[in-house]
């Protein structure tokens, strides 16, 4: 299993579900921690901070945490090109 933030301010929560509930149909055994919360950053900061990071993380552009530094875009590495998502990752 593996936990997963999400940044969403709840527009989106039934697609991230879906797309929880999707994936681990395709991968047997595996489950989804899931946390959808307009508040990502602090979530991610604060499980940082208490040892327990996050496996996967999805925050937008606008959010404070990458403009900052906290921590880090990998889109140009890593996102296809047909994909609309970009994955980020904290800082070095």
């Not at 047997?28 to 979530?43: P, R, S, W």
Request: one cysteine or more.
């Amino acid at each position: 299993s593996f936990t997963a933030v999400i940044y969403d301010e709840g527009d989106n929560k039934a697609f991230w579900e879906d797309m929880k509930t999707s994936f681990e149909a395709a991968n047997q055994g595996v489950t989804i921690n899931m946390i959808i919360t307009k508040d990502a950053a602090y979530e991610v900061r604060d499980r940082i901070l208490a040892g327990n990071s996050p496996d996967f993380v999805y925050i937008t552009d606008e959010n404070e945490a990458i403009k900052v530094g906290e921590i880090r875009d990998l889109s140009e590495k890593y996102t296809a090109p047909e994909s609309p998502y970009k994955i980020t990752c904290r800082g070095e």
